[in-house]
C-alpha cells in the first residue's frame, strides 16, 4: 500500500497546502470516475458526496452516512482532468495527468491549520493505496479506525518529522 507517493506541504498565503503525487495504473478515464461517482468515491475516499462531482454547484459529502454533512460544493470541472471542490472549508484539487503506463493524480488540498497536515497527508496514503489497489477484492474502505491497519500512525509520524 506504501508505494512511491510524492508529498509537499506548502505556505499559501495565511493557509497551507498539501500537494500529493500519485503514479497509477489506471487510465486517466477511469481515474476520473473513480474521483466524481459517489459509489466508487465510497470504495476509497473520506468524501463521499450526495451527487456525482460532474457539474459546478452545490454538494454536501459525508465520511459515514450518520455523520453531519460537510461542504461539497463544486467549483471547476474539466473532465476528465481537473476537479476543485470544498471539503467543509477545505479546498481540493484533483488533476488527472495521462501517462504512457496510466496516470498521475495530483490533490492540493488547502487547509488553515498547518499542524493537521501530517495526519492529512497519511489518511491520503492510505486511501490512496486503496484506489491504486482497485482490485476488486472488496477491500474495506481505510478511513477513521480502518487506517491504522495500513500504518497510518507510522505515515503520520513520518510526515511530522519530515515537516518540523
Not at 460544493?73 to 470544498?86: N, S, Y
Request: net charge negative; proline share 7%; aromatic share 8%.
Amino acid at each position: 500500500m506504501h508505494a512511491p507517493i510524492d508529498a509537499a506541504l506548502e505556505r499559501d498565503g495565511e493557509r497551507w497546502t498539501l500537494v500529493l503525487r500519485r503514479q497509477f495504473r489506471h487510465d486517466a478515464k477511469r481515474l476520473w470516475e473513480m474521483l466524481v461517482d459517489p459509489a466508487r468515491l465510497a470504495t476509497w475516499s473520506p468524501i463521499v458526496p450526495d451527487r456525482p462531482l460532474t457539474s459546478v454547484g452545490p454538494a454536501t459529502c459525508r465520511e459515514n452516512p450518520g455523520d453531519e454533512p460537510n461542504d461539497a460544493e463544486v467549483l471547476l470541472v474539466d473532465p476528465p482532468h481537473l476537479l476543485v471542490h470544498r471539503w467543509g472549508t477545505d479546498l481540493l484539487r484533483w488533476t488527472v495527468t495521462p501517462a504512457d503506463d496510466g496516470a498521475v493524480l495530483e490533490l492540493r488540498q488547502t487547509f488553515d491549520d498547518r499542524s493537521s497536515a501530517p495526519m492529512t497527508a497519511a489518511g491520503w496514503q492510505v486511501c490512496l493505496g486503496v484506489l491504486a489497489a482497485g482490485d476488486g477484492t472488496g477491500r474495506e474502505r481505510a478511513t477513521g479506525r480502518q487506517a491504522r491497519d495500513y500504518d497510518w500512525d507510522d505515515l503520520r509520524e513520518r510526515y511530522a518529522a519530515a515537516w518540523r
